[in-house]
């Protein structure tokens, strides 16, 4: 069955390396979002994207993060350089234009040391 | 700035007995509103909506109401069984428009 896939579910990293976290989403899915789970916001929307390009990236740390979607199938998230505050599970949600349902993957879960 | 609040972190349910989770929002422009699931180590998936022009929508053990007067929603699940323990995020957005606000969560736990 159809379903979003992200690599890595983990990734244990020290503070000042690089991190790239990969979302595949469903095809024929045509909007794709990035969230970070926290226990105090929850579910914050970092980036979102229509048709492969960013729409929002206001919830993005603008100078570390990067949010970036290659091709249809592939959308990436970066962090450089990472920073213990950055430890928190990164989900990747896709949907379809101008239907509110989205789709999740099954996170990525980072710790930033 | 939260516009979507779930103010209780937790709820503890008896099975069987019915579990209300509740969600309050500030936006007015908010006119669509969804209930996502989630279990451990796995995304939230999504289990019911509703829209601004309908107070209530029902899918089998669970329904959702809406007061737009009071900007407040409520999930209800009856009867609760115990795969429903999970963390349960209330969502808001414009009709039309994927971009989604999540709550902070409720952790339900259902006690056999």
């Known amino acids: 069955d159809a379903r979003v896939t992200q690599t890595p579910r983990h990734k244990v990293t020290e503070m000042g390396q690089e991190v790239t976290m990969r979302c595949q989403p469903i095809?024929?899915?045509?909007?794709v979002f990035w969230y970070r789970q926290t226990m105090m916001q929850g579910l914050e929307l970092l980036a979102y994207?229509?048709?492969?390009?960013?729409?929002?990236d206001s919830g993005m740390p603008k100078d570390r993060f990067s949010a970036e979607m290659p091709d249809a199938t592939l959308a990436t998230l970066k962090i450089q350089p990472s920073e213990p505050r950055d430890s928190a599970v990164y989900f990747c949600?896709?949907?379809?234009?101008?239907?509110?349902?989205?789709?999740f993957g099954p996170g990525t879960r980072l710790l930033v040391l | 700035d939260q516009q979507v609040k779930q103010n209780s972190p937790s709820l503890s349910v008896q099975e069987g007995r019915i579990s209300i989770l509740n969600c309050d929002y500030t936006n007015s422009m908010f006119d669509y509103f969804l209930w996502y699931k989630k279990y451990p180590a796995e995304g939230p998936t999504f289990l019911i909506s509703i829209s601004s022009i309908k107070d209530k929508n029902e899918d089998g053990r669970f329904t959702v109401f809406l007061n737009k007067s009071a900007k407040h929603l409520s999930l209800h699940i009856v009867p609760s069984q115990p795969g429903d323990s999970a963390v349960y995020f209330c969502?808001?957005?414009?009709?039309?428009?994927?971009?989604?606000?999540f709550g902070t969560g409720t952790r339900l736990t259902i006690i056999p």
């Open positions: 969502a808001a957005g414009g009709f039309g428009n994927e971009k989604l606000t």
């Open positions: 994207f229509r048709n492969r390009a960013p729409l929002d």
């Open positions: 095809l024929g899915h045509n909007t």
């Open positions: 949600a896709s949907g379809i234009q101008g239907i509110e349902t989205q789709y």
